[in-house]
Each structure stands twice: as C-alpha cells, then as structure tokens.
C-alpha cells in the first residue's frame, strides 16, 4: 500500500474521531470542558478500536443472535476516560466509549448493555453529561437505559461486572482495556478473558520493561513491586526476568491463552524510528474466529500507521501543512492489504 493510500485511509478514520459531518453532535458534546490529554500516537489505538464494534455487532447479529434468541450483547469498557480527548492544540477527538457507540450506530446489531467504567470522578462525570446529550439526538437514542457509567477503580468494577453477568446465560461481550501502564492485574484480567466474546487490551510492555530493567539495576518502591506482583499474578522472582519489551508481552499473551483460542498483537508505534511503542491485543474465543482475516488486515494497517502520520494528517485537515510530500518519510506496507479495511468494514 502506497503512502497516499495510506493517508487517505487514515484521514478517513481520523474524520470519525472528529466527528467529521457531525460538527453538530460534537459541539454540544464539547459543552463539557473536560478531556483525556493524549499524545499524537494515542489515537492510534483509537484507529483501531474503531473497525472493531460494527464487525463485532455484525457477525454477532448474523451468526449467534438469530440462534439464540436470548443472547445478550455487551460493551465492556475498563479504562473509558471522560468521551472526549484532546491532543496539544488540536480539536477534540471522540474518547472510547463514544468512538464505540457512534460505531455501534452504523451496524446491523446493538449493544444491549455497556459498562463504562473509571475511576476519576472528574472524568466519570464528564462522561455522564455527554452520553446525556448524545441520547439527545435521534441517531444515538438506542442508548438510553442501555448504560451504566462506574466511579471506581477497574479492578472492583471487573469482580462486580463479571458477578452481574454471570447471571446471564447466553451472553458475548467485546471488552475494552486500556490503562495507563500496570493498573489491572491479573486475578481481574482473568475474570475479563472468562467472559464468552472478545478482548482488546493495551499492553504498555516497553514502559514495564523498562521499569522492570530499573528494579533488577537499583530496586523499585515496595508498592511498585507488589503491583508488578499484581499486574502479572507471578512472584517477583519470575517478572524480574522479563527486563525486555518481548518478554513483556510473550509472557502476558501466554496467559491470555489459556483463555481465549485467538491472540493477535498490534504493534502502535510513535514515529518511524520506534521511540515509543505500545501493543494492542486482540483477542477471541475461538481458535479460528470469523473475523481472522480481517484482524490480520487490521494489524497491517494499523502498524503501518505512526504518531508522526497522524500528526501530519491533522496539520493537513487543519490546513497547516498542504501538502503529501510535507509527510515525514514513512514506510511502504508489506502484507495483504489488496482489500482495503473499509471495504471489509462495509461489508
Ligand atoms: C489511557 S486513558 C483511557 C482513555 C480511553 N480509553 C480512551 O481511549 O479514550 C486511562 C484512563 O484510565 C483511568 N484510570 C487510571 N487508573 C484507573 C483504575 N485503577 N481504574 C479505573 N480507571 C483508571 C484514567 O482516569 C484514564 O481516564
């Protein structure tokens, strides 16, 4: 895939964290001056999320949900932030929980119910007032009685959620987890990962690593180490060995597969010269879910992606940079992306 295709993919999904023809929907939800500050390759994780709720809904709605006739359809959102995010000076962008209703809004399927989970009140707050203005418009309406919003740290709301929805028997739930660095621990992750559906995780394994690198070279607080302790659910003397990015994030998929069949990771990198990066998990309950092409479609665009790139396309939507050859050097795509990822999300 050339850079300009590139571009103009990820411009597309840019328009839709800005709202782009939905100028209406976001100014009111701006009303609400509080955001999530967020550096230019945040987003990307974004990017991604975003193909996920209108295939999820879609497959669900045609393969599970005219065979059991009481499934119950779950959003599961961890970390939800305050809906909206704000990068440096440029316009507001849509947080997850409102990236994943508007989503939701295009597919075939609903959600019955979403939990939206975090432990500001500043921003839990936040999030309240903008789905109340959302349901306000006819598009987002379906929401209303659909969603509870949660004060309160991740790791209780998972034991609280998990216990409510163990009183559903049929049920599939798409779970969102994005924390800062080790906040959910596992005994949590593993309540998450027991739910029938599919997970997508943000797994800071360069951040961890380092701090890890940091413990083994001059030791770490007590309450650091019990929460490595925690975010692993192995003692010290076996996390003290994964001092490198990729023993991070072997070790965490490890586990994730004694619970799910499916594990694709996605490499969210800053610039070119890999600076910073993070991974997005993904992962399904079935070893061979419906959707594997597509998520291994999804990888390649979204690692092809940089916080450079999506900085370059906001200067240039905001007209400070016109042209394409303005891009800082990015790499070609390698991998089978004949079939465009907005071909498959239209499908
Ligand atoms: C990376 S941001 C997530 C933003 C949101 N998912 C998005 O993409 O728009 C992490 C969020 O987790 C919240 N948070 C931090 N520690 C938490 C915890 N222990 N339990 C619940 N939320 C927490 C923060 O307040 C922050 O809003």
Redesign the pocket.
Known sequence: MGVKKKITDLDRRLEILLMKGKEDVMERLAEVEVY?E?KPW??L??VG?SYLPKQYLNIVQRQLKDKYRNLKVFYI?????????KIGNFPP???????VIDCATQANGRFDYMYF????P??TDALKKRLEILSEFEEYSWIENRYKVIT??????ADEISEELDKIKYKNCLV?I???KW??KMENLRKMLNLYGDALI?LQATLIAKEIGKYIRQGLREKTVNEITEFFGYRENIWRNFNTESKVKNAYIDIIKNYKGYVEDIVVRSGNNFNFKYFMIFTSKRKDPPWKNWIESLKVYVESFSGDLVEHCFNRMLGKEKRLTDIPHEKKTKGNTQKSLEDFNNQ
Do not use: C
């Open positions: 999530n967020f945040t987003p994780k974004l999320l959102d961890l970390f939800a932030g305050s809906g909206l995010n962008l849509l947080g997850s929980p409102l990236l989970v975090d432990s500001s500043e921003y309160k740290d991740a790791n209780k709301a969102f994005d924390p800062y906040e959910f943000t």
